[in-house]
């Protein structure tokens, strides 16, 4: 007896070998939800091993009122022969959980602020970054500051930008751009900003999963990081500054001038592709420094950040005060 034999190419062969594929795949859903679930457990238990500890912030908070709520900074005296900074944090952060490193390590006169809805700055309007630059304005001004350098980082450079157009280029002796874009519109970023509120909830599997990477890299400052992720604004602003940045292009402003200004691109940046920050620096035919370094470049590479805004000079070898 000759037995019958299908044909790989049969339709019933590829009916099965299909069906079977799609089987296994849905057998291994639940198994793949489970190691996810295993891991993140760990994860947290991982982030909960490691005490809170809240670093020494020198300096003093100082409050204003404002229409929308009320500002406050930090000021941090220093050396008064020199321009002093203004530093403006990024998306999530507050002035200590952003800069402590810096304040901490940095002999020029600084003000720190605490942007809109952000710290200990109450804000009863939606978020904008005309607010955030007024609050940057007022605190400057309160602090009796003239011509200081202004500071952005990542979500703070957007704000820095806005501030400058408020105010005009005179106001600010210098610029220095941490990590930043002069626009976020770009689809990919757009989809991200969407995401990021849910993603960045608190004990949300990516969220711990970037604290534990965090913990890791920086191991010696492992309280100093846990104590920051305990330091997030709420939900609701987290949506709100996610949404202004996802509008945001500076390219279009044909009435912003800069004053001098220093790009410093994150070559190992995880959030801003590196290129899309040297374009934005080109965009403003600004001056470009490259640092090795990841995103939260202020936290985790100190020691790069700080003399680079110690020593911070007017691009064409002046001092900028």
């Known amino acids: 007896m000759v037995r019958s034999r299908t044909h790989p ?4 062969c590829r009916y099965m070998s299909m ?10 859903v639940p198994a793949a939800a489970g190691l996810a679930w295993r891991q993140h457990r760990m994860n947290v238990r991982a982030i909960d091993a490691h005490p809170i500890r809240a670093p020494v912030v020198p300096g003093d908070r100082r409050q204003l009122p404002a ?12 050396d008064p022969s020199r321009s002093a900074l203004v530093l403006v944090h990024g998306w999530g952060k507050t002035s200590d959980s952003a800069w402590w490193p810096v304040i901490s390590g940095c002999r020029r006169t600084m003000v720190v602020v605490d942007l809109p809805g952000h710290g200990r700055s109450q804000l009863d309007e939606p978020f904008s970054f005309e607010l955030a630059a007024e609050a940057v304005e007022r ?4 602090a009796g500051l003239e011509q200081p350098v202004l500071v952005g980082h990542s979500m703070g450079g957007p704000v820095a930008l806005t501030t400058v157009r408020r105010t005009g280029r005179a106001a600010f002796s210098g610029l220095v751009a941490l990590a930043t874009s002069a626009y976020w ?12 509120p849910y ?10 999963r970037t604290e534990c990477a965090e913990l890791r890299v920086a191991p010696h400052i492992a309280g100093q990081i846990a104590w920051a992720y305990t330091r997030r604004p709420a939900r609701r602003m987290l ?24 790009w410093v ?14 374009a934005s620096a080109q965009h403003f035919a600004a001056q470009v420094v490259e640092l090795e370094a990841v995103h939260s470049m202020v936290v985790h590479a100190p020691q790069a950040v700080i003399p680079l805004l110690e020593n911070w000079e007017h691009p064409s070898g002046s001092d900028g005060g």
Do not use: C, K
């Open 199 to 208: 993603a960045m909830a608190p004990r949300s599997p990516f969220l711990v």
């Open 239 to 262: 949506e709100e500054t996610a949404t202004a940045l996802r509008r945001f292009d500076a390219r279009t402003w044909e009435d912003l001038a800069l004053p001098p200004t220093t």
């Open 265 to 278: 691109v994150a070559t190992r940046d995880g959030v801003l592709d590196a290129a899309h920050q040297l």
């Open 9 to 12: 190419r049969s339709p019933f």
């Open 19 to 28: 069906n079977g594929t799609r089987a296994f795949a849905l057998a291994s």
């Open 67 to 78: 229409s929308w709520g009320s500002i406050t900074y930090r000021w941090v005296p220093g």
């Open 139 to 142: 605190s400057t001004i309160h």
């Open 185 to 196: 519109v770009r689809p990919q970023l757009r989809l991200m900003m969407a995401m990021a």
